[in-house]
């Protein structure tokens, strides 16, 4: 998932600009290859926030850029945690990111 510029080319399968992008790693992308691909994404100017959430368990790792260059990391863990993304404020909780997938916490066995 991205979020890019509104007036985007259609055509087109990638975006020059996103501000966010969201990267569910595979068993097979922990490691090395999630780490490629972060450093990859922090390369982007425009991109603000990278978003990781784990597709086996309720666990998310939000990066931020804070200053030039420079990024900080937080992992709310909670279900109800708020996800806040810099001066956008709260976006969603935890638990919505994971909403209609098998580990969403509000289905009930």
């Not at 996103?18 to 490691?31: C, I, K, N, Q, T």
């Not at 425009?46 to 260059?69: E, K, M, P, S, W």
């Amino acid at each position: 998932m991205t979020v890019i510029d509104a007036v985007t080319d259609t055509e087109r399968t990638f975006a020059d600009r996103f501000y966010l992008v969201m990267e569910v790693p595979s068993a097979d992308d922990r490691g090395r290859i999630l780490e490629g691909k972060l450093g990859f994404y922090r390369t982007h100017p425009h991109n603000r926030f990278i978003l990781v959430a784990d597709q086996d368990r309720l666990a998310v790792t939000l990066h931020q850029r804070v200053a030039a260059g420079s990024w900080a990391s937080m992992t709310p863990m909670a279900p109800d945690d708020a996800l806040v993304l810099d001066d956008l404020g709260p976006v969603c909780k935890v638990a919505g990111i994971y909403a209609d997938t098998h580990i969403d916490p509000r289905r009930r066995p």
